[in-house]
């Protein structure tokens, strides 16, 4: 007998039995074909749909912009070998992003509700039951957010203090970053919420003042010229421009990484969409609303840094080159300024993340399919989700500690870019899917669609994405100093594997061997907060 019942395809997925606390006792049923779900998140929210256009665009916008545009520079200059190929990184980047966020747009108007990338794993692939579930939960418990974003702050942070950027140094204060960042966010939650917001503010004056300066160097504005003593950038003369490209498959799919690792947060509204007024219309209006603020930024960012800071000077400034366009432009006082701005846009930025992946492992606990479920769960004791907040600032702190040193910033990007493709390869391709016959069934008629040629592009590009890393690099263009190209890959896939031996052992060879099925329910506690419970109902024999 199946250990978990599973809706039919014509069933509606989103049905579950909802018990007071008091009921919970009487929810144990004795009928052995009792029929059980595979439940989604509670869609009820205590606090309201209080999210309107701009809040919404606010979310997604302060969510993306992070490290990437500061930090990354070098790294993606590295890959691509040319100044032109960096540019056309950051456009297919953007065009990927774009065709990204309409596919989530469709989820988005089609199921509005809260849950993101689980929730519409868990509708398309409801086979075996909680499997979706738990490899999703694999990920978002072992998988740290804020590693990459750590370690910039750390090499800004020295960089403004007049310390070496050793590799201990900029460990060290990137591990004080996370903790200082858990007990504002996991024992002061209110001073952590002011503090983010005042920091996201920083990060637009910081965008403007670089774009407008560089735009002003590059037109010959008196008081914007390259200090004499620096190297005279020629990045935009047309044989200069081309000069160096690397056409190898895996160095240009790692700059590909990098970029698009710089636009993560297209979907990050999906995972408030309860908390959203007139969800599906919002969703429609502010998601690429949102999106093309952060290409015309980005774009107008690299095009000021390549006015200003010549190619070979970027290449060796490792992860502070918006620091050397201010020394440039403006002498190396402001470097300095503007590296403690850069640092505070930074921490702003790990802030926000913590605090959404904090509540993704509240949402997990609350889900009942994880130990210690009921711990994840609680907001206790100081009106947060301090134990959620804790995993994940314990795993990023694991993160920082254990990549070797000159590989830390990069083999923690692709570490979390590599399973952000295999997720959207199962969107995207699921949501091709549901078009098809097997899937009529679903009745899936959005009133947003994506176009079906924008939807198969970012599926082949995420087929691209997947399988491109597992291609050996050319020589000279090595990903890693001293981890193997594959680093990320293997590392990626085995926190997957971990979810399928985790659902195989617990909701599928222990209720076989000991005789008993599983039937989820949500219960509502004294607070008025719900969550679910996995129940184990005997199998009593003829």
């Known amino acids: 007998m199946s250990q978990a019942a599973v809706p039919q ?20 049923s004795d009928n052995p074909d009792a029929e059980t779900a595979v439940p989604t998140k509670d869609l ?31 790294v993606i200059l590295r890959s691509s070998g040319s100044v032109g190929l960096t540019f056309v990184m950051w456009i297919i980047g953007a065009l990927v992003s774009a065709a990204g966020t309409a596919v989530y747009v469709e989820f988005g108007t089609g199921l509005p509700r809260s849950g993101g990338e689980k929730t519409y794993l868990e509708y398309i692939y409801r086979r075996p039951a909680f499997l979706m579930s738990c490899i999703y939960a694999s990920y978002g418990i072992l998988l740290g957010q804020v590693p990459a974003a750590s370690i910039a702050f750390g090499g800004y942070a020295l960089h403004a203090l007049g310390y070496e950027q050793t590799a201990a140094n900029v460990r060290i204060v990137a591990c004080l970053c996370i903790i200082l960042c ?156 503007l590296s403690v701005v850069i640092g505070l846009s930074i921490l702003g930025n790990i802030l926000a993340v913590l605090f959404s992946q904090g509540r993704v492992n509240q949402e997990l606990g609350r889900e009942g399919i994880l130990p210690c479920s009921r711990l994840l769960a609680s907001n206790e004791p100081f009106g947060a989700p301090f134990f959620g907040l804790f995993i994940q600032s314990l795993v990023s702190i694991l993160m920082v500690l254990l990549t070797p040193a000159g590989d830390a910033y990069t083999f923690v990007v692709n570490f979390t870019s590599y399973p952000l493709a295999l997720f959207n390869l199962l ?34 590009s995420n087929v691209f994405l997947v399988v491109v890393p597992i291609i050996p690099p050319s020589n000279g263009f090595e990903i890693y100093e001293h981890l193997p190209y594959y680093s990320h890959v293997v590392m990626s896939l085995t926190v997957g594997v971990v979810g399928v031996i985790y659902w195989f052992f617990c909701f599928d060879y222990l209720p076989r061997k000991s005789g008993y099925t599983l039937q989820q329910d949500t219960i509502t506690e004294a607070d008025g907060r719900t969550r679910q419970v996995i129940r184990r109902i005997p199998i009593h024999p003829e």
């Not at 395809?9 to 144990?28: F, I, K």
């Not at 098809?436 to 599926?459: E, G, H, L």
């Open 44 to 74: 009820r929210n205590s606090r309201g749909q209080q999210l309107g256009l701009l809040s919404v665009v606010s979310l997604i916008f302060n969510r993306i912009i992070g490290t990437g545009v500061f930090a990354a520079p070098s």
């Open 427 to 460: 969107i995207s391709g699921g949501l091709l899917l549901l078009y098809t016959r097997p899937y009529k069934s679903y009745n899936w008629n959005p009133p947003f669609q994506a176009p079906k040629y924008i939807v198969t592009f970012f599926f082949l």
């Open 9 to 28: 395809e014509t069933e509606p997925l989103l049905q579950r039995r909802e018990l007071r606390a008091c009921d919970n006792e009487s929810a144990t």
């Open 182 to 337: 858990l007990v504002v966010h996991g024992v002061l939650p209110t001073v952590g919420i002011k503090l983010q917001d005042t920091l996201g503010m920083f990060k637009l004056l910081v965008l403007l003042l670089i774009s407008a300066s560089g735009l002003f160097s590059l037109v010959g504005v008196p008081g914007f010229s390259v200090g004499e003593a620096y190297s005279q950038p020629h990045n935009f003369e047309w044989l200069t421009f081309w000069e160096g490209s690397n056409m190898s498959a895996n160095a240009f799919i790692n700059g590909v990484y990098l970029v698009i690792w710089s636009f993560i947060g297209y979907s990050n509204a999906n995972y408030a969409l309860s908390e959203v007024r007139n969800p599906a219309q919002t969703i429609k209006r502010a998601a690429p609303l949102a999106m093309l603020l952060v290409s015309i930024v980005y774009i107008l960012v690299n095009i000021a840094y390549y006015a200003v800071v010549s190619k070979g000077d970027i290449l060796d400034s490792g992860t502070i080159a918006a620091a050397l366009f201010f020394r440039n432009l403006f002498g190396l006082a402001t470097e300095r300024v």
